[in-house]
T-cell receptor
Framework: EAQVTQNPRYLITVTGKKLTVTCSQN?????MSWYRQDPGLGLRQIYY???????DKGDVPEGYKVSRKEKRNFPLILESPSPNQTSLYFC????????????FGPGTRLTVT | RKEVEQDPGPFNVPEGATVAFNCTYS??????FFWYRQDCRKEPKLLMS???SGNEDGRFTAQLNRASQYISLLIRDSKLSDSATYLC????????????FGIGTKLQVIP
């Protein structure tokens, strides 16, 4: 089954404790992206990757890191989480091209206290 | 001005009604447009792409108006299962594939 998986699905952590949210896709997609979704603000792109070893900042990259060492994986790293990073996070992947469909993971609900 | 604007609603409509949403975008060079559907705090899923010539899929019709820089989604004969948030998505192609989501329009279909 074609899918994007994220782990963990729910996480409560404390300020400053490094964490990683994993994202994996089995569709051989080149393009992967991370979003956060907050009430009243919609989905905002954090980072994206157009292929292995190619990553770039989206609209809200501050406080986040990513890596793309393999095509299927695109982890999101919070080196020192802060309460303003409490949010719902989605990973997505798609083929390259002018018209494309993004496939989203189920989301990770992160709370930083 | 926001890059992509949508009326957040909610739009409360009776079953069987026809409802339309608009979404305006600010970048005249935007290339591709989509409507996604999102059920309560679940992942967004593609509903339909929006082509210059319009696009129809069953009860759903999407239109693009480049001159006025907006896209629209029309839902005919609304069903209870259509209750969801509808996200407008704009893609600026090129070396930087910037994807911008609207905040979404919430639709509640009432029996």
């Amino acid at each position: 089954e074609a899918q994007v998986t994220q782990n963990p699905r729910y996480l409560i952590t404390v300020t400053g404790k490094k964490l990683t949210v994993t994202c994996s896709q089995n569709m051989n997609h080149e393009y992967m992206s991370w979003y956060r979704q907050d009430p009243g603000l919609g989905l905002r792109q954090i980072y994206y990757s157009m292929n292995v070893e190619v990553t770039d900042k989206g609209d809200v990259p501050e406080g986040y890191k990513v890596s793309r060492k393999e095509k299927r994986n695109f982890p999101l790293i919070l080196e020192s989480p802060s309460p303003n990073q409490t949010s719902l996070y989605f990973c997505a992947s798609s083929r390259q091209g002018t018209f494309y469909e993004q496939y989203f993971g189920p989301g990770t609900r992160l709370t930083v206290t | 001005r926001k890059e992509v604007e949508q009326d957040p609603g909610p739009f409360n409509v009776p079953e069987g009604a026809t409802v339309a949403f608009n979404c305006t975008y600010s970048n005249s060079a935007s290339q591709s447009f989509f409507w996604y559907r999102q059920d309560c705090r679940k992942e967004p899923k593609l509903l339909m792409s929006v082509y210059s010539s319009g696009n129809e899929d069953g009860r759903f019709t999407a239109q693009l108006n480049r001159a006025s820089q907006y896209i629209s989604l029309l839902i005919r004969d609304s069903k209870l299962s259509d209750s969801a948030t509808y996200l407008c998505v704009v893609l600026d192609s090129g070396g930087y594939q910037k994807v911008t989501f609207g905040i979404g329009t919430k639709l509640q279909v009432i029996p």
